[in-house]
């Protein structure tokens, strides 16, 4: 029934006038797809191969790094990474690196990918990929960042029992304490008797670093030269090294602490009951007075032994500053066993109870007298003066 036997026309439908983005590329037909040639081009597919250029990262901070890169032709976004560098890429999908991100894909020749959940202050390498989702694979370049390590100080100042010592500061060793040493001390910046002890204890648990440098049997309390170096060390995972001057100071008080010990035949380190432990700022003040059973050294040591009674009880001494004594890790302590007291470059200065050995007391006498003799000498001369002139 058919009433023409004239052939219809064919009508061939090509990939690249067909008004579809066969390739998914985000370009419709010839001329907008690169991949079309012509116009009844059949396949909108590219054959040109991938160019990734202008790769670079940006580290944003909080665990964030951004990589940007450009490719010759619109093309998928992906991310390998990782913080070793990876000079010639392994096998697909993540060519050696130990993370990759999820592929967007999206083609596009501007690409901006940006990664999480990394280490801050950790340097990472990254390297972008990109495809068509119907070729090989481009590798850019590996790109990363420089990370500036942040300079890590905990504590600053040194703290010492009371003194005036620096609010910061001494709540960071407050919570130092807390957070290191399971201490429960309230952080409120005050250096009181509770934070003293803890740092005791602290010193007395590391006293390898802290007070054999020193040559210090016993803790001190007080924060100074290598206290601070080993809080700041444990904080920052890293080594304080002392200056040349700090060292030197610590190996005088040392040497000081040695020839003491010599001095006395080691008497000083002996345990014995009843010891008195006097306790002074550097300014001669008597901080407090305790009894222990046990005798050690701290930052005045042992001179000589001054034999007394025991109704001694001498409440201070005079502080006589000295190279190698002004420093130390802070405490002043002379021990007072029940026959003898130890005095450390101090002289008596409290009131007697008692009547001390015969030769201290004529030594003390002889002082006495030379002073006498040495200011009524003074004032016959003034007064033979006086008289002379009043006779002019």
Avoid at 19 to 32: F, R
Avoid at 59 to 82: C, D, E, F, H, M
Avoid at 98 to 107: A, N, P, Q, R, Y
Wanted: glycine share 6%; aromatic share 10%; with cysteine.
């Amino acid at each position: 029934t058919d009433n023409s036997e004239y052939n219809a026309p064919v009508v061939t439908i090509y990939q690249c006038n067909d008004g579809h983005d066969n390739d998914s590329d985000g370009l419709i037909d010839y001329p907008n797809d690169p991949g079309c040639s012509y116009a009844t081009d059949n396949s909108e597919y590219n054959t040109l191969a991938i160019v990734i250029s202008n790769e670079s990262v940006q580290y944003l901070g909080n665990g964030k790094a951004r990589v940007i890169w450009t490719t010759n032709i619109p093309a998928t976004s992906q991310v390998v990474y990782g913080d070793n560098p990876i000079l010639v890429p392994g096998l697909s999908p993540q060519y050696g690196y130990d993370f990759v991100t999820l592929k967007s894909s999206t083609l596009k020749t501007k690409h901006s990918m940006t990664i999480t959940n990394i280490l801050d202050n950790v340097k990472y390498y990254f390297r972008p990929i990109s495809d068509r989702n119907d070729s090989a694979k481009a590798k850019g370049k590996e790109v990363t960042y420089t990370v500036i390590k942040p300079v890590c100080y905990y504590l600053l100042d040194y703290i010492k029992l009371g003194t005036k010592n620096n609010t910061n500061e001494v709540k960071k060793l407050e919570h130092f304490l807390n957070t290191f040493e399971g201490e429960k001390l309230a952080v409120n910046g005050f250096y009181g008797q509770a934070d003293f002890n803890a740092v005791k204890r602290f010193q007395q648990k590391y006293d390898h670093s802290i007070l054999n440098l020193w040559g210090l049997i016993n803790p001190t309390g007080h924060v100074y030269y290598t206290t601070r170096k080993t809080i700041n060390e444990m904080y920052c995972q890293k080594d304080f090294p002392l200056t040349t001057k700090q060292l030197a100071e610590i190996a005088n008080f040392r040497t000081f602490v040695n020839s003491i010990q010599h001095t006395t035949n080691g008497s000083m380190l002996d345990t014995r009951p009843a010891e008195e432990h006097i306790v002074f700022d550097q300014g001669g003040d008597t901080i407090s007075v305790a009894t222990t059973t046990e005798a050690g050294i701290s930052d005045i040591v042992v001179v000589d032994d001054i034999a007394t009674t025991t109704e001694t009880t001498t409440s201070g001494f005079s502080f006589l500053a000295s190279s190698g004594l002004g420093a130390g890790e802070g405490e002043v302590t002379t021990s007072a066993p029940e026959e003898k007291r130890n005095i450390a470059v101090a002289i008596f200065s409290g009131a007697w109870e008692s009547i001390v050995s015969s030769w201290f007391v004529l030594f003390l006498f002889g002082i006495i007298a030379v002073l006498f003799l040495v200011t009524r000498r003074k004032q016959n001369i003034q007064d033979n003066e006086e008289e002379w002139e009043t006779r002019d």
